[in-house]
């Protein structure tokens, strides 16, 4: 980049972890021209997606809240699979032990309040969703359950 042809950004995003990335898509989406900064090196890049493997955690009652988000799973054997529920509650119940009762409740509201439409906009641009058997389920009397 030359200085003829540099443009401030409206946007800057520090990290291009996965919510870095979401945060740079949506704000492009928004007409924003954004720049995003990643200090680690190549093989270390991608924030605590590196860690879960790409999961993360969002809100749904059951199997058919996972379908509109994973056509796929309705191929799977779904009688030996019980993907069960995360309801609010637990979602609560999950970010007050993982932080210690350290979180804003107000914005862990909000969090988990959009988790299952940051999940369907997520799929909508693209993201493939598939259940992790076997790294997030175990097998219990023969099912699979998460």
Not at 105 to 126: M, Q, V
């Amino acid at each position: 980049m030359t200085p003829e042809t540099y443009v401030e950004p409206d946007v800057l995003v520090i990290g291009a972890g996965n919510a870095a990335a979401n945060a740079a898509l949506a704000a492009h989406e928004a007409g924003a021209t954004v720049v995003m900064v990643e200090a680690a090196p190549q093989d270390s890049r991608a924030g605590n997606s590196a860690f879960t493997g790409g999961a993360f955690r969002f809100v749904y009652n059951g199997v058919e809240d996972l379908l509109p988000l994973a056509p796929d799973i309705g191929d799977l054997d779904l009688a030996n699979i019980d993907f069960g529920s995360y309801t609010r509650e637990q979602y609560f119940d999950d970010m007050g032990r993982l932080t210690e009762y350290r979180s804003d409740p107000e914005l862990t509201d909000i969090l988990i309040g959009n988790s299952y439409a940051a999940a369907r906009w997520l799929k909508a641009h693209g993201v493939r969703f598939q259940p992790a058997l076997g790294r997030q389920a175990s097998k219990v009397n023969g099912k699979f359950k998460f």
